[in-house]
């Protein structure tokens, strides 16, 4: 057997994303997902330029050489957008497989462990009025576990609050990235922000009771004495978990954050490899890997990186924006159904227009997650409503503090 085709494909349905698809010359279709949000031609430009060529006439059943063979045979490695297209072709290349087995891929991974993977949905507002309808909204929804976000007294618009306005205009909805030629310039203030965030915990738990598992995302904003505040400040209100409290590029301020605080920590959306994750991991840091199949470098590397995590009680809590597509979200569903350390899986709905062009059979009921048992990972790619959406040029937006410092968004 052997590859005969391998497209790139980017649609922008409600936002960009871009697919890779590999045909075999038994007219098997495979799919991965090489989505990188506000960078995505640079991602199809390293596969259309660089990797398809190099895919033709291979064996696909040899994942595992051919992604060691992408990678070492670039000499540069990592960075996201190399990691990003072998994540596409790792992916193509197991849903491949599953489909000449006639399985599910969770089943080449050595079968469920458990029976749905428990999801957290995005709570969040302006005021706690409208936080506390949010939540609610959720809990009817199916979800039994929340993250909160919410907006800061003095801050325009902030990181993962839907309702507020963005410089544009627009609804802050669930997509960060803005359609336009520049990015959205926000502003930021960390003082206010823990300031306000305990209060803010404190009325949702005495409002919904000390079960409901809450989260929150810090979005890479503080300093590791500022991370190690407020994780004290919110040890009294229990947290499933402190995401991202720190730049993810300086691993030893997690060293300094956990000497201060008993909050279970999660990091690594914007990690792209194994290495990555090694110190935190060995030196148990964390509680929570966030990796992305799509931004890791595709299903191997995550089923790899969670085995090493198994041995330190680490668990997983894959990245699940929607800047993760369909495909993507499905592949890393396989892994979090096959693997014994699961911990929690990030979701948030895709639009109908990318529901229409990506056609699934994910499931969510009660707030439990399955991908399906359709062969491979369990999605097709409709080419006739994609061609209705072209790629529009979009940013994620950035900050400035009040004196026009550049800040971490
Ligand atoms: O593209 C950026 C998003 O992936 C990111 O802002 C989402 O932090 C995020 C999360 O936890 O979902
Ligand atoms: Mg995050």
């Not at 840091?285 to 969670?306: E, N």
């Not at 969510?364 to 080419?383: K, M, Q, R, S, T």
Request: charged share 20%; aromatic share 10%.
């Amino acid at each position: 057997m052997r590859i005969v085709t391998a497209e790139v494909l980017v649609t922008s349905p409600s936002r960009n994303f871009v697919t890779l698809r590999l045909t075999t010359d038994d007219g098997i279709t495979g799919l991965g997902d090489a989505t990188l949000n506000g960078r995505e031609l640079a991602v199809a430009s390293y596969l259309n330029e660089h990797v398809t060529p190099l895919l033709l006439d291979r064996d696909p059943h040899r994942i595992e050489d051919t992604w060691q063979f992408l990678y070492r045979s670039a000499y540069w490695r990592r960075g996201p957008v190399t990691m990003a297209s072998i994540a596409a072709v790792d992916m193509a290349l197991w849903d491949i497989k599953g489909k000449i087995a006639g399985l599910p891929v969770y089943q080449l991974l050595g079968g469920a462990s458990r029976t749905g993977l428990r999801a957290y949905g995005h709570a969040s507002g302006t005021d706690m009025p409208s936080l506390f309808d949010s939540i609610r909204h959720h809990l009817d929804a199916g979800y039994q576990s929340i993250r909160v976000q919410t907006a800061i007294p003095g801050i325009k618009a902030v990181y993962g609050v839907a309702s507020q306005k963005q410089s544009s205009g627009q609804r802050y909805d669930y997509e960060p990235a803005g359609r336009g030629a520049f990015p959205q310039e926000e502003d930021w203030d960390t003082r206010a922000y823990l300031r306000h965030l305990p209060k803010v915990f404190d009325a949702v738990r005495n409002e919904f009771g000390p079960e409901l598992p809450l989260l929150h995302d810090g979005h890479h904003r503080m300093t590791p004495i500022q991370a190690a505040k407020l994780g004290k400040a919110l040890e009294p209100y229990d947290l499933y978990w402190l995401e991202d409290c720190t730049p993810a590029e300086n691993q030893e301020a997690l060293r300094l954050v956990r000497q201060h605080t008993t909050t279970p920590l999660a990091i690594g959306e914007v990690f792209n490899t194994v290495y990555d994750f090694q110190a935190l991991i060995k030196e148990q840091l964390i509680d929570y890997v966030r990796a992305a199949s799509t931004h890791f470098g595709g299903i191997s590397p995550l089923k790899k990186i969670m085995d090493y995590a198994a041995q330190y009680q680490i668990k997983s809590g894959f990245h699940g924006p929607t800047d993760i597509s369909p495909v993507g979200f499905a592949a890393q569903l396989h892994v979090g159904l096959a693997i014994h350390n699961y911990g929690i899986q990030e979701f948030m709905p895709q639009s109908q227009a990318t529901n229409t062009v990506f056609e699934q059979n994910m499931s969510f009921v009660d707030g439990y997650l399955h991908p399906g048992d359709a062969p491979g990972i369990g999605v097709e790619y409709n080419d006739d409503a994609a061609k209705a959406h072209p790629y529009q040029r979009a940013y994620l937006p950035f900050n400035r503090l009040a004196d026009g410092t550049v800040h971490d968004w």
